[in-house]
């Protein structure tokens, strides 16, 4: 899965769907860190992104909220998944609260 998905990153790079690659990468580096592919299983950064370049990046070209809100929740799945019940109810009240701003 995860090379079918790091092949998918590169052809939608080629392509320049933005949208398409910023939930691809996520989705990627998802799997990756599921799989014990990265430094902290629960940061979205490794080999697919950087999480924090990604949202610099979301922010600096007005990109909509679809990509931001998908990488909030897999950020969410993460810490549910890996027993990180608290920190996983705390990202989701955060979330909600800067939604309803």
Same mark, same amino acid.
Request: net charge negative.
């Given at each position: 899965? %995860?090379? /079918? +998905? =790091? %092949?998918f990153v590169q052809r939608i790079k080629i392509q320049k769907h933005r949208l398409s690659l910023?939930?691809?990468q996520v989705a990627y580096q998802t799997v990756l860190n599921l799989r014990g592919n990265s430094d902290d299983p629960?940061?979205?950064s490794g080999i697919a992104m950087q999480e924090e370049q990604l949202v610099a990046e979301m922010t600096s070209t007005n990109s909509d909220n679809i990509s931001y809100v998908y990488m909030q929740?897999?950020?969410f799945? +993460?810490? @549910?998944? +890996? /027993?990180?019940?608290? =920190?996983a109810f705390d990202? =989701? @009240?955060a979330f909600s609260d800067a939604q309803s701003m």
């Open positions: 899965l %995860s090379e /079918d +998905l =790091a %092949s910023e939930t691809v629960l940061q979205l929740f897999m950020k799945m +993460l810490h @549910y998944i +890996l /027993d990180e019940f608290e =920190a990202l =989701a @009240y």
